[in-house]
């Protein structure tokens, strides 16, 4: 283990090339004399502790300071005024995004001396409208964290919720944690991540890119209500991130992180009697930072490496015997070479139980560099490059081993900021960052259709198609849309000019961004049968296919423009006012191979660019109020308008279309076989095109709040608060070619004589239109205790509720594992209870030293907690009937009573949340889901799925080896209670024998990501 350690220490230092890091904040305050009347023309100087930089100011007519601009860190503050004693505020503490006031009350000069003072940060929040947290870098390192990522803390903010089983973007990818999160009623995609003030979100969904170091964030804050104007591109919360960098002392740390399924409690559906599913773990790294020229030039580089070998828990219902051997008596060639890639039942008549191999690789390096260029200039840089490779067998719908895909990627980002201080009150801060991703998805099971039989138009050994036996839930085969792959980069450059002059803190600045995305994807299709007995006689009755590659390559440019200022009205009346100006370019296609359906002609028609250019208006304003002037009790308020960049996916299906791919869709009536599905498609079957509203536009969110804070002692601050938001034109997928009710006529039957493949029947006509609406009104209450007596504690409780039409922007979740529109004609009857609408939640989080004094054996003993306890997210209970709408998974049930719900237990062992009693008449006696002749009565998410709980504790001891060097060993433990923490219940109605409906299948989360069972992690570190 230690040769390891000491590798990893070694690689750091010769493996990461050294560019240049960091994030800002401001400090401000006021001065005045002993009677407390302000001193005009007092030398502020602010002397950053860990890297000697120093800045000087002087105070405006009103006893005043600003300075903007400063790297995060600890500051000495020094105050000098004609006839009054020196004062210093020592050990000042600067948050990243944050602004800290610091102010002086300066005594008569007696002595030629320097009064000294412990400065301390304000538990409030009374210089800015932003309302948001942020997680110092004690608790970035020392809270226990489920997989160590820095994303996971997002969770401990108020208003953040923990991603919902249906999660897309925020469900937790395997080793490398949430890549999004909900937070205050917005989209898990309308987040915008920062790292030193450059995006660091994956333009094509939005997500984050990828999961920085822990060991290399200092801090982050995260703002998720009316944030300030310098802040554009989304609507949602940023999340600003300070890396760590170097210091004029030489510091850093070499560790292993180690995780075995031997030390682990079952998961739930990891029953006994069947091997507990292999989970081991290694995370290990080193990272080294400190001085290349004393007080001018400072480095810090990082290594972290990731080993994971995993079983995902697999509980599926399977062909039973009975059935097999119904196969084998029908004798279809095809079946029978699919029936051995479908495991036998292994608990009772149906289930198989077991595990799918799953695997993840991951290599990190970061460098940073910060260099003093003159008193006036200093630079920062920042780059991180991560190789990766996964395995997920079940992410993208599988549900029986041996299928599923393996991804690879590059990703890196690099960013540069420059500082220049033309005067004490003029300082301009100009950024350049590069964000580069490449990823690869590839097939596990790269079997070829042609040798079990399929004629379907592809001979390579890309896959098979994705199969769906409806009436079981088992899907197998595939990937459908696999392989794919894309490499993609942003560039982004931007620049705030931050000028005060009297009692106006002005910046004014804009930023600019470009876009380039190429993609790839090709496909063995898709095939869903009825029942099980369809299967067996190869009736399908659902078939997609495309035998193109479907290349394209996308660009997108945006810019945005601001200015914002903070009025010092009086020294307990802050006025915050700013405007920002932002256009989203639309995108454009290289080779114009963008094909969108017009609806006035019946076409596909080529474009260049799909919709209509777009720009938004931001106004952003609000005010923050000292009552007593005591800074113990602050009143704030604010209102703001934000935008939402469309993401790049929501075009790339319209390179798909013909004439540049070859999609075939059949959906009935009857079915097509093995053997004639393409040619049959073609001659019976339809077009199912991609399209966008040509007045398609940015989506808007108006956010407020009000909010009081009070301090209860030196280092307790509470809030109490009202949030709301409200979103509109948000981004909706209709089929605008559902039949019209009563008939199985479309509205748009077959292409026009002047469109592209015209003559062509059309089927489902996906389009995105931005028509979505949202609300969100939420009750926060916050507690935060700052560090003292060995003690600190955040704590929030959130009352909310979130409505909306449609949960989730992503192309994949459309017809996927999300529900479309019941009704693409009536929007309003899907307004309801958002798919991540928490009621309520309760978080907590601290870290305690034990007051233990003595020898190495006795002190230095400490432990973290971190604990999230809420209920449950909504459940959209849907059948299979595709008669009305042509699209599956949509048409909900007729409701016929109430239904009760709670943790029982079904014939096969898993837990039944809510009684499987449906029907298909009304007649039936004891009948709660009727399958409907048309559009069901039940409304969207009318049911509440199981809550969420999970508490993980953290003991560690740091143990003195030399003046420099220590050790610290620590143990985590996940889900201390072990609480089992359900994912959502099989919620297709279904009537046949022996289905699952109602039965809850899996946890919340695969093993080893947050509350799936209780896991224990063991640590060294080496700290110097």
């Not at 595709?882 to 109430?898: D, F, H, K, M």
Request: net charge neutral; hydrophobic share 35%.
């Amino acid at each position: 283990m230690f040769q390891r350690l000491w590798g990893c220490a070694f690689a750091a230092l010769l493996s990461v090339s050294m560019v240049l890091a960091q994030s800002t904040g401001i400090i401000q305050g006021g001065v005045t004399d002993p009677s407390g009347a302000a001193v005009p023309k007092a030398t502020v100087t602010v002397r950053n502790m860990g890297t000697g930089e120093e800045r000087t100011f002087t105070t405006d007519e009103s006893g005043l300071y600003v300075v903007p601009s400063l790297p995060v860190g600890r500051y000495q503050i020094t105050v000098k005024a004609s006839g009054l004693q020196p004062t210093t505020a020592n050990d000042l503490v600067l948050e990243v995004g944050r602004t800290v006031r610091q102010d002086f009350h300066l005594a008569v000069a007696t002595a030629n001396q320097t009064v000294e003072i412990s400065a301390t940060a304000p538990v409030l929040e009374s210089s800015t409208v932003a309302v948001g947290t942020v997680v110092d870098q004690r608790t970035v390192q020392e809270i226990p964290l489920n997989g160590r990522h820095f994303l996971d803390l997002a969770m401990l903010a108020a208003g953040t919720v923990a991603p919902p089983a249906s999660g897309y973007l925020s469900a937790p990818l395997r080793g490398q944690g949430s890549f999004a999160f909900f937070s205050a009623g917005n989209r898990e995609d309308a987040t915008n991540i920062m790292v030193n003030g450059i995006n660091l979100n994956d333009m094509a969904q939005n997500q984050l890119t990828f999961q920085p170091s822990i060991n290399t964030v200092q801090e982050f804050k995260l703002d998720n209500s009316t944030y300030s104007a310098q802040y554009g591109r989304s609507s949602g919360t940023i999340v600003n991130i300070a890396t760590r960098s170097g210091t004029n002392s030489l510091h850093g740390e070499v560790f292993e992180y180690l995780r075995n399924n031997y030390f682990d409690a079952r998961n739930y559906f990891n029953r006994v009697g069947v091997p507990q599913s292999p989970f081991i773990r290694n995370n290990f790294g080193a990272d080294a930072g400190g001085p290349i020229k004393h007080d001018k030039t400072f480095f810090f580089l990082s290594y972290e490496g990731l080993r994971q070998r995993q079983g995902i828990t697999i509980n599926q219902q399977v062909l039973t015997a009975s059935q097999r051997a119904s196969a084998m008596a029908v004798g279809n060639p095809t079946v029978l070479k699919l029936l051995p890639l479908i495991p036998a039942p292994n608990s009772g008549s149906s289930l198989f139980l077991g595990s799918a191999s799953a695997g993840v690789n991951i290599d990190q390096g970061t460098a940073n560099m910060s260099h003093a260029i003159t008193d006036k200039d200093r630079i920062n840089g920042y780059f991180a490059f991560q190789k990766d490779v996964r395995q997920e067998p079940t992410l993208q719908g599988n549900d029986i081993p041996n299928f599923g895909d393996t991804r690879q990627s590059h990703r890196q980002i690099l960013t540069v900021n420059e500082t220049h201080i033309f005067t004490p009150n003029v300082v301009n801060e100009i950024r350049f960052g590069y964000n580069r991703i490449r990823i690869d998805f590839s097939p596990n099971a790269a079997l070829n259709p042609a040798d079990f039989g399929m004629a379907i138009g592809i001979t390579a050994p890309i896959g098979i198609p994705q199969f769906l036996l409806r009436d079981i839930n088992l899907n197998f085969g595939g990937p459908n849309n696999f392989p794919q792959g894309r490499g993609d980069y942003t560039a982004v450059l931007s620049d705030t000019l931050s000028y005060l002059r009297g009692k106006h803190s002005l910046k004014f600045g804009g930023e600019a961004r470009r876009f380039n995305g190429n993609s790839y994807v090709a496909t063995p299709g898709q095939m869903q049968f009825n029942t099980v007995t369809d299967f067996i006689n190869g009736n399908i009755a659902t078939f997609t296919s495309n035998t193109s590659t479907n290349p394209s390559r996308v660009f997108i440019l945006a810019t945005g423009a601001f200015v914002e200022d903070s009025y010092k009205i009086s020294r307990a009346l802050t006025l915050q006012l700013g405007f920002r100006w932002e256009w989203n370019g639309t995108p454009a296609e290289a080779k114009d191979r963008f094909t969108s359906f017009n609806l006035q002609q019946s076409a596909l028609v080529q474009v260049h660019q799909p919709y209509q250019q777009n720009h938004t208006y931001e106004p952003r304003v609000g005010f923050a109020w000292d009552v007593f002037q005591t800074g113990k009790t602050i009143v704030r308020s604010a209102y703001a308008i934000m935008g939402d960049q469309p993401t790049s996916g929501l075009v790339t299906g319209l390179a798909t279309n013909p004439p540049f791919a070859n999609p075939v869709t059949f959906n009935g009536p009857g079915f097509v076989t093995f053997t004639n599905a393409l040619s049959a498609a073609k001659a019976a079957g339809s077009l199912a095109p991609n399209s966008v509203a040509y007045d398609f536009t940015t989506p808007t969110v108006q956010s407020w709040n009000f909010n009081i804070q009070q301090q209860v002692t030196s280092d307790l601050g509470v809030m109490v608060g009202y949030f709301g938001n409200k979103g509109t034109h948000l981004r909706t997928a209709l089929n605008i070619n559902q039949f019209i009710p009563g008939t199985s006529i479309r509205p748009y039957p077959v292409l026009s004589a002047s469109s592209i493949a015209a003559g062509t029947p059309l089927g489902n006509i996906t389009q995105w239109e931005s028509i979505g609406n949202s609300e969100y009104n939420g009750l926060w209450v916050t507690a935060t205790k700052r560090l003292s007596k060995g003690l600190q504690l955040n704590s929030s409780y959130t009352w909310s509720k979130s409505m909306d039409e449609t949960s989730y922007n992503s192309p994949g979740n459309v017809w996927g594992v999300n529900t479309p529109m019941q009704d693409s004609n009536n929007l309003r009857a899907e307004h309801a209870p958002s798919d991540f609408d928490v009621r309520h939640r309760f978080v907590i989080s601290g870290i305690y030293e034990l007051p233990f004094k003595g020898n190495r054996a006795v002190q230095g003993w400490q432990f973290s907690i971190a604990a999230q306890l809420q209920s449950g997210n909504p459940i959209d209970i849907i059948t299979t009937n595709t008669s009305y709408t042509g699209v599956a998974n949509a048409l909900r049930p007729n409701i016929l009573g109430q239904v009760p719900v709670g943790i029982g237990s079904a014939a096969n062992g898993n837990p039944q949340y809510f009684p499987a009693l449906t029907c298909n008449t009304l007649a039936t006696a004891g009948c709660l889901f009727q399958v409907p002749p048309g559009f069901g009565s039940m409304g969207r998410n009318a049911i509440v799925g199981p809550g969420f709980e999970d508490i993980d504790l953290s003991f560690y001891k740091d143990t003195r080896i030399t003046e420099r060097l220590k050790a610290q060993f620590r143990a985590d433990t996940f889900n201390l209670f072990n609480h089992p923490n359900f994912a959502q219940p099989n919620r297709t109605v279904s009537t046949a024998a022996g289905n699952t409906f109602g039965q809850i299948s899996a946890t919340r989360s695969p093993v080893g990501d947050s509350g799936s069972s209780r896991q224990i992690q063991l640590a060294l570190k080496l700290i110097f």
